[in-house]
């Protein structure tokens, strides 16, 4: 018996809209993401992801809105990501209807963050994401990236 193949969208937003690019560059706007989360929720998308790629470096809050608004419309798991910073971001997060919730920067610099949120909200709630880049000029290893690389 082979793996079950699963489809999961993983939506880079900016600035409210959902955005393609390289490496965090060269960025252009594809779409209302609320849209683009229900379009793929007809598809037959299994899950959605959805990371605010700016608001950690921005300093802004996190995403809650976009989450409650995706509640509305999309009937399909999503996790959503940016700006977390705490288990009470991470709260708001789930409250405003999201089903995960993904850290990154405030983990890598906050380790126990992600304990704390699974102890509050079980661990199946809380996503460790991290941005990393092959180590430059043949050396072994990987680099971690806060901040969307900023």
Partial sequence: MGLKVRIIPCLDVNAGRVVKGTKFKDLRDAGDPVELAALYD???????????????????????????????????????????????????????????????????????LVDAGAERFGSQCVVLSVDVKRKGDGRPGWEVYLNGGA
């Fill in 42 to 112: 007809r598809e037959g998308a299994d899950e959605l992801v959805f990371y605010d790629i700016t608001a950690s470096h921005e300093g802004r809050e996190t995403a809650a809105r976009l989450a409650r608004a995706t509640a509305e419309e999309v009937f399909i798991p999503y996790t959503i990501g940016g700006g977390v910073r705490t288990a009470d971001d991470m709260r708001a997060m789930l409250r405003a209807g999201a089903d995960k919730v993904s850290v990154n920067s405030a983990a890598v610099r906050t380790p126990d």
